[in-house]
């Protein structure tokens, strides 16, 4: 069965701060696909990226960088100094291959404040 | 319109009333999906139709029924909701593993319907 856990309920940072939400997931397929998404307070969720369980390179798009684990089945994302903008729920989320299937962690709330 | 739209973006319903949420994706896509969320709790799976065929129902309780008339639009047929049912009910769409073969689908979601069962 496949499962996605987001231990980190909420963060508070002060701007600036450098900033990592973890990630740990669960399958037993050897191909899957893991993402991450953004929820701002307006609801719309964002797509912010997408690995497959081949890639283990870290990435890094400007203040954003992941990092994929296989070994510890994780795939944590950093903000680097982090902006007041920043402030949403970031969601994992985890699909395995050949299906339309995407499974979400809870969701962690990050509060940036001035 | 780009995107996915979601309509009403409010909705406050009594247990007795039958409404329905629609959403209209305009990207070409050809699998879609609804999503509840509801506070504190993960993102639940309720439907997805992959060129408009219901391939995913996640033991959704029979007062939801989706209905997917062709590949753009998505509806959410309500009736004698529960309290409990209250959440934001967020759309979403793909372009769908029978068109990619892969499970590497990005969805776009809509902005979110926000259901509240008096």
């Known amino acids: 069965a496949q499962k996605v856990t987001q231990a980190q309920t909420e963060i508070s940072v002060v701007e600036k701060e450098d900033v990592t939400l973890d990630c740990v997931y669960e399958t037993r397929d050897t191909t899957y696909y893991l993402f991450w998404y953004k929820q701002p307070p307006s609801g719309e969720l964002v797509f912010l990226i997408r690995r497959n369980s081949f890639d283990e390179q870290n990435e890094i798009s400007g203040r954003y960088s992941w990092n994929f684990q296989k070994s510890t089945s994780s795939f944590n994302f950093t903000i680097t100094a982090s902006q007041v903008v920043d402030s949403a729920v970031y969601f994992c989320a985890l699909s395995e291959a050949n299906t339309d299937k995407l499974i979400f962690g809870t969701g962690t709330r990050l509060q940036v404040f001035p | 319109e780009t995107g996915v739209t979601q309509t009403p973006r409010h909705l406050v319903m009594g247990m007795t009333n039958k409404k329905s949420l629609k959403c209209e994706q305009h990207?070409?896509?050809?699998?879609m999906y609804w999503y509840k969320q509801s506070a504190k709790k993960p993102l639940e799976l309720m439907f997805v139709?992959?060129?408009?065929?219901?391939?995913e129902n996640n033991s959704v309780p029979s007062r939801f029924s989706p209905e997917c008339p062709n590949s753009s639009h998505l509806f959410l047929h309500l009736h004698t909701l529960q309290p409990e049912d209250s959440a934001l009910y967020l759309c979403?769409?793909?372009?769908?593993?029978?068109?990619?073969?892969?499970?590497?689908?990005?969805?776009?979601f809509g902005a979110g319907s926000r259901l509240t069962v008096l």
């Open positions: 139709y992959s060129l408009e065929e219901r391939v």
């Open positions: 979403a769409s793909s372009q769908g593993v029978a068109v990619t073969l892969s499970g590497a689908n990005v969805l776009t």
């Open positions: 990207l070409g896509h050809n699998a």
